[in-house]
């Protein structure tokens, strides 16, 4: 995992973390269309019950909301956390305790929601909340739209892969997804 967080942070330097490549500096805090920059933005974190039954149990999903997006749909169901709320910057420390908090709380999973632009971010992260107790599967609830090389990197970390597809046709794509 340490070489996957390496080679991941070392992208934020022209950031091709997302397909967008937008090639901005996000180790200096530069941000293009997902708004983050060196550290992850989450806009809320609890025991989340709105999800599939597999996944909430009885106490919860683990979810943590991460601010902003890089697919910016028209449609899009999480509006206010995805392109309004700038939510607040979370150090890796930080991002850890929010795991372990949730573990504590009895959640069954961490669920990150719309991880695709703070993978970085993320296995910076896990080590720390590993290495703290964190024993809970993780979910990667995507919008879909991951470099592959994001996808690389937390392969054999996530264990639930979760895709929200969004559009199959190209003119729809262009038309809905700005």
Same mark, same amino acid.
């Given at each position: 995992?340490?070489?996957?967080?390496?080679?991941?942070?070392?992208?934020?330097? /022209?950031?091709?973390?997302?397909?967008?490549?937008?090639?901005?500096?996000?180790?200096?805090?530069?941000?293009?269309?997902?708004? /983050?920059?060196?550290?992850?933005?989450?806009?809320?974190?609890?025991?989340?019950?709105?999800?599939?039954?597999?996944?909430?149990?009885?106490?919860? /999903?683990?979810?943590?909301?991460?601010?902003?997006?890089?697919?910016?749909?028209?449609?899009?169901?999480?509006?206010?956390?995805?392109?309004?709320?700038?939510?607040?910057?979370?150090?890796?420390?930080?991002?850890?305790?929010?795991?372990?908090?949730?573990?504590?709380?009895?959640?069954?999973?961490?669920?990150?929601?719309?991880?695709?632009?703070?993978?970085?971010?993320?296995?910076?992260?896990?080590?720390?909340?590993?290495?703290?107790?964190?024993?809970?599967?993780?979910?990667?609830?995507?919008?879909?739209?991951?470099?592959?090389?994001?996808?690389?990197?937390?392969?054999?970390?996530?264990?639930?892969?979760?895709?929200?597809?969004?559009?199959?046709?190209?003119?729809?794509?262009?038309?809905?997804?700005?």
């Amino acid at each position: 995992m340490e070489r996957r967080t390496g080679e991941a942070l070392a992208t934020l330097a /022209s950031c091709q973390v997302c397909p967008r490549n937008c090639r901005v500096d996000r180790l200096h805090d530069r941000t293009a269309v997902c708004k /983050s920059g060196r550290y992850a933005l989450v806009s809320s974190y609890f025991p989340h019950f709105g999800e599939e039954d597999c996944l909430r149990g009885w106490q919860g /999903s683990g979810t943590i909301f991460f601010s902003w997006c890089n697919l910016r749909c028209v449609f899009c169901q999480n509006f206010d956390v995805s392109q309004k709320d700038g939510g607040v910057v979370v150090t890796p420390e930080r991002l850890a305790g929010m795991m372990l908090e949730l573990q504590a709380r009895g959640c069954h999973n961490v669920n990150f929601v719309t991880p695709e632009h703070v993978v970085p971010q993320i296995l910076e992260a896990l080590p720390l909340a590993i290495r703290g107790g964190l024993r809970l599967p993780i979910v990667y609830n995507t919008s879909a739209y991951d470099s592959l090389e994001s996808l690389r990197w937390m392969d054999g970390i996530a264990d639930i892969y979760m895709p929200d597809f969004k559009v199959w046709d190209g003119a729809a794509a262009k038309r809905y997804l700005k």
